[in-house]
């Protein structure tokens, strides 16, 4: 038996792990092991983005790689977890749809997305690890979403949308060898102030609403 | 003589079973600073159930004599379908993973009958909790011996363990995800803590326990016999299948490779128990089906 | 030398406000640069023709755009400086976070118009978005911090669903053009269009369409848009609700002039025409049901994109332009309606239609401006949104659109009938306030709109009918 374990199979393995992390964080009872699962989320991302430019040989992802690692996998779980700390009172995620049926529906959201996937792009990709990284990265996408909508408390819809924007970078990464420096740097300034900015709103939104349950968001109706 | 390599293997592997139960015993307290019985000791306890005198409710059927007999008439038959040391078993004609899988699941199902049928609130208790984890974990099962299945276009167990072992086999690395999924179904099935903890008698904690509490003497030592079996024959599913390493022609190696490996794969299961402590109840389901989304990401990453 | 004003453009409008007094008056006379710069714009790509960098572009598509963003943007300033001065309990670092954020808001949108990269255009939408956010909780009350956590999350989700969908189309070009920036050039893009993969295509425009028509406010991704439109302070709504949204149109018609010059037409253009169709229905159901008229402004605005939408979805040339006339058209109109609203709410404090009554008798400038402007944006001649709204029914039952053209007249008409009866209300009967004085910063800003809108709708100048025309043709669109 021979262990040889190519390059692309690892790659692969490793956005697989940060899909697994994704699912992993619509699993969580509580907000710090949301924050922690999505540090991890984040670090298998830059790991993947790290190793695929042995693959594509362009060495612009060492840059971008090195970019997620610091804004996604340390900076921006630091601001998160400051803001957890000073305001968050009531630590347990309280969803929409309870989360054995959130996992399941992940579950079902990643059978969808390698199905849609693996359809539509037989003419113009001859790489099938580009394929599975595709379709990994609209199952991130997908999750991501998912997250936004099936939480009520504030702070992990942010973690959904942050999901969301890792979802992107990968699906950047396996089909386009990373976007051209100047947008991706752009991309990356955009959901770093977008993070904060959504940070600080919770800060007033604590202040207005005294708590940090979406569903008491909804005075504007008609 | 292919026959008899087969009994020799089902012999072999009842006769290994609460060795390695007491082994995985040992281990865990002797991490916790404590001397522990010896290996042996489940033999001794099986001898000494068989000495005693058996009590039977009276509000009990005909179930509560012959449910102990059929779980373990069917671990046996499923002992049969796996190969031990060499691909030649009783069951190596028809091996399929599909009648394997359901096998298990009607040694589940008497043995949760039995639970009932003894009419106290325990057992149905445990019988209850019981199907809730088996009907979670068995699909998640099947999930992982399909993506086996798959990559070596066979559902007979002996085929793949032949074409495991042959030379030229290269580990997907998303066997990862498989792994951890058939260990979290392993611990689920077994009554392992974080599922349910397997030195207790307490109501709020008990599953598998629940089911036999009304049990005694032969009928008692018949369940501890199944259970030991159940154990062993999921860390034989994950070392003689998943990672087909030491493995020579010669059989007798083979044998000692096999005791060698399974004592090595009881490893983490203790360690596991030590380190975490029991789920309540209702966050089981949460567990289980994260082990589902890791089966299918492991299936899912191969085979898409 | 374009390159160098642009520049310039860019360096005025992020200059960090000085602390002092007169500092509204200067930030207005910023924005009068501004709109000098758009003037002559104007006049270079009449003599010079279209100009493409790699970065920066100017052709006629982009000049409308210009044109809007600059002039819209020179009267609400100017209109601020009445408005916060009559907001007398903002402190000073309030007005230093007001214009902060407006600056940055107007940069980005700047950048948006004028850029030719998709990708720096991707960044340029989401700073719009993320620095209205605070604009949007100005006020931090609850309404606003709901409205604006709303915004972000339902915004920051769709841009971030058409960035997927860019990404699809630079792997398209990719294919052809090889990696790197001239790849999202919009001009190089166009070159190509034709060779790039049509299910590609298909499915990048599935994601863009949802992305920025949730920035623009198609139903049925609408719901931030009553919110946010209605909390923020009314100089910020005027800009986004006809700037802003006007912006993200561009950018949909950008990427959709990728998939006409492929020939994808037919395959978008029902998408379209359903999508404002359906905008248009749900805006006539909920006007007539308002309570607060700021909201009533917003379905509006709501119901004005729908109608752009439905004139992209019919594909005719007349239909294109009428849509492009239509938003020109709406960005003045809107502007002065908002203006007028606002105008109501700093001196009468108080959002709700039923509480006022007597508008003539308080504000009487402003309510003659309001009353002529409910008719202007209902599409009544001889007013400017009157030309757009005909041209469009017109080249719908030309081009066989019978019944879908029968609901959008339902849909003016039902409109019609909501504005009328609200504002009217406000207008007519017993004045339930005693009289306030005007500001006349308020009040030029709105003369000049109402000016220009009669004018134009009345006799167009052939300029503006010339720069419409080539516009249409530089999408992609023929006769």
């Known amino acids: ?222 | 003589m292919d026959k008899v390599i087969g009994v020799l293997q089902l012999v072999l592997f009842v006769a290994v079973a609460p060795a390695v139960k007491g082994f995985i015993h040992k281990l865990k307290l002797n991490l916790r600073g404590r001397k522990g019985p010896s290996i042996i000791q489940p033999y001794k306890d099986i001898f000494k159930l068989l000495r005693k005198e058996s009590v039977i409710s009276k509000d009990a059927s005909f179930i509560s004599r012959i449910a102990p007999i059929l779980v373990l008439l069917a671990l046996i038959v499923n002992v049969c379908f796996i190969p031990v040391f060499s691909q030649h078993t009783l069951l190596s004609f028809t091996g399929d993973v599909i009648a394997f899988i359901y096998v298990f699941g009607l040694s589940t199902f008497f043995m949760a009958l039995y639970g009932m049928d003894q009419g106290s609130a325990f057992g149905g208790l445990g019988s209850a909790r019981e199907m809730t984890i088996a009907s979670l974990a068995e699909p998640t099962f099947m999930m992982i011996m399909f993506t086996f299945s798959l990559e070596y276009n066979t559902s007979n167990i002996s085929e793949i363990f032949i074409r495991v072992h042959n030379s030229s086999f290269n580990v997907p690395i998303a066997y990862v995800f498989s792994l951890l999924a058939l260990f979290f179904v392993s611990m689920a099935e077994n009554a392992r803590i974080p599922f349910d903890n397997p030195e207790t008698h307490l109501e709020l904690t008990m599953v598998h326990e629940a089911m036999i509490l009304e049990a005694s003497s032969k009928y008692l030592a018949i369940f501890e016999l199944s259970s030991y079996i159940k154990l062993l024959l999921f860390i034989s599913i994950a070392s003689n299948i998943f990672l087909p390493f030491l493995y020579s022609s010669n059989m007798l190696l083979n044998i000692l490779f096999y005791i060698l490996k399974i004592f090595l794969f009881s490893i983490p299961i203790s360690i596991v128990e030590l380190s975490i402590a029991k789920f309540r109840f209702f966050r089981i389901p949460d567990l289980l089906m994260i082990s589902f989304t890791l089966a299918v990401l492991g299936f899912v990453l191969y085979y898409a | 030398m374009i390159t160098l004003l642009l520049t310039e453009l860019i360096g005025i409008v992020i200059l960090p406000f000085l602390a002092f007094n007169k500092n509204r008056y200067v930030q207005a006379f910023l924005q009068f640069i501004n709109f000098a710069t758009f003037l002559y714009f104007f006049k270079s790509l009449k003599t010079n023709g279209p100009y493409y960098g790699t970065y920066f572009m100017l052709d006629s598509v982009n000049l409308i755009l210009i044109g809007i963003v600059s002039t819209i943007g020179f009267l609400t300033y100017l209109y601020s400086i009445g408005y916060l001065e009559k907001e007398k309990q903002l402190k000073e670092a309030k007005l230093k976070e007001f214009y902060f954020w407006t600056n940055a808001f107007m940069f980005s949108m700047f950048l948006l118009v004028i850029t030719s990269n998709l990708g720096i255009m991707w960044v340029a939408i989401e700073a719009t978005t993320l620095s209205t956010t605070f604009l949007i909780s100005f006020y931090k009350n609850k309404t606003a911090v709901e409205a604006a956590w709303k915004y972000i999350m339902l915004c920051s989700l769709g841009i971030a669903l058409a960035l997927f969908g860019i990404i699809l189309i630079y792997f398209g070009v990719i294919n052809i053009t090889g990696a790197g920036l001239g790849s999202l050039n919009w001009e190089n893009i166009i070159q190509v269009a034709t060779k790039i993969n049509k299910e590609l295509l298909k499915i990048s425009f599935i994601f863009v369409l949802v992305g920025f028509g949730t920035k623009m406010g198609l139903a049925p991704l609408h719901f931030w848009l009553p919110d946010a439109h209605s909390e923020a302070p009314t100089p910020i709504s005027a800009l986004m609700s006809s700037v802003l949204l006007s912006c993200s149109f561009y950018v949909i018609i950008r990427i959709f002039s990728i998939d006409i010059h492929a020939g994808l037409g037919n395959y978008i253009y029902h998408t379209l025409l359903y999508m404002g169709l359906f905008s248009i229905m749900l805006a006539a159901i909920f006007i007539p049901r308002s309570k607060d008229y700021k909201r009533l402004l917003a379905y509006s605005t709501m119901e004005h994109m729908g109608i752009l939408a439905f004139s992209v979805g019919i594909g005719s040339f007349e239909s294109f332009f009428a849509s492009l006339l239509g938003l020109i058209a709406h960005a003045l109109t809107k502007t002065l309606m908002f203006m007028g609203s606002g105008s109501i709410l700093v001196n009468l404090h108080t959002k709700s239609i039923k509480d006022i009554k007597g508008l003539f008798a308080i504000l009487p400038i402003t309510a003659f401006f309001v009353a002529l402007g409910v008719f202007a944006i209902t599409g009544a001649p001889p007013f400017l949104l009157f030309v757009s709204e005909f041209l469009t029914l017109l080249s719908a039952f030309k081009e066989g659109f019978m019944w879908q053209g029968m609901l959008v007249l339902l849909g003016f008409s039902l409109i019609f009938f909501g504005f009328v009866e609200s504002f009217f209300g406000m207008l007519t009967k017993e004045p339930t306030f005693s009289e306030k004085k005007e500001h006349i910063f308020m009040l030029i800003p709105m003369g000049i709109l109402l000016v220009t809108i009669i004018g134009f709708g009345l006799f167009l100048p052939n300029d503006i009918k010339t720069l419409i025309d080539s516009a249409v043709n530089t999408i992609g669109v023929k006769r």
């Open chain 1, 1 to 222: 038996m021979n262990l040889n374990i190519s390059l692309s199979e690892f790659v692969e393995f490793m956005a697989a792990l940060s899909l697994f992390f994704a699912i992993l964080q619509t699993a969580s009872h509580r907000l710090d092991f949301a924050i922690k699962t999505y540090t991890f989320q984040s670090l298998a991302l830059s790991i993947t983005m790290f190793l695929s430019v042995f693959y594509y040989f362009d060495y612009e992802l060492i840059l971008s790689a090195v970019l997620t690692l610091l804004i996604k996998a340390i900076l921006i779980p630091n601001v998160m977890k400051k803001i957890t700390e000073k305001i968050v009172e009531d630590e347990s995620v309280k969803p929409f749809i309870n989360f054995t049926y959130s996992i399941l529906i992940c579950v079902f959201i990643v059978i969808f997305s390698f199905y849609a996937m693996s359809n539509t792009f037989y003419s113009v990709s001859s790489s099938s690890m580009m394929q599975k990284i595709l379709a990994i990265a609209v199952a991130i996408i997908f999750v991501g979403i998912f997250l936004m909508f099936a939480r009520k408390k504030a702070l992990i819809q942010v973690i959904g949308f942050l999901t969301l924007e890792n979802g992107i970078i990968l699906g950047a990464t396996s089909t386009v060898k990373g976007l051209p420096l100047i947008v991706e740097v752009g991309v990356f300034f955009d959901v770093f102030v977008g993070a904060i900015m959504a940070g600080i709103l919770i800060f007033h939104i604590k202040d207005t609403f005294d708590s940090l349950d979406t569903s008491k968001l909804s005075d504007l109706k008609e």
